[in-house]
């Protein structure tokens, strides 16, 4: 079984992996791996993080400023699809953990984002 502290830790390793300084993440929920993935970036990294409970958007902004990430990750409110149109690129991660519902509606978009890309070889 796949916990939360899992999927965290896991990101928290991709992110340092390919020297993430730009992350985008759709759906914060509790924030939780957005404080996983914020740990990782240097102190001019940046992350964009969107949820469409303005109540959990809340939360996460409380939690990510008492960890000290405030000024490098933005919450956005609201419904991702209707943002994704005016974020520009490049990222070095995407993490899109929002309502499996809405993936194929943003699909097209997150592919056609600038992103970093990272030779491992």
Same mark, same amino acid.
């Given at each position: ?12 390793? %991709?992110?340092? &992996?390919?020297? /993430? ?7 914060? +929920? /509790?924030?939780?791996?957005? %404080?996983?993935? /914020?740990? $990782? ?7 964009? $993080? ?9 939360? &996460? ?8 990430? +405030? ?6 409110? +609201? ?8 974020? /520009? ?33």
């Amino acid at each position: 079984m796949v916990t939360f502290a899992d999927t965290g830790r896991l990101l928290h390793t %991709l992110s340092l &992996a390919c020297g /993430a300084t730009r992350i985008l993440e759709i759906g914060t +929920g /509790a924030g939780n791996t957005t %404080l996983s993935l /914020a740990g $990782t970036l240097p102190s001019d990294g940046m992350m964009i $993080t969107m949820e469409i409970d303005a109540a959990r958007a809340g939360r &996460a902004r409380e939690s990510l400023a008492v960890a000290g990430y +405030g000024d490098r990750v933005s919450v956005m409110a +609201g419904d991702a699809t209707r943002f994704l149109h005016k974020i /520009a690129g490049p990222f070095d991660l995407i993490f899109q953990d929002s309502d499996r519902s809405r993936y194929e509606h943003m699909l097209d978009r997150l592919v056609d984002l600038p992103c970093v890309r990272v030779d491992c070889s």
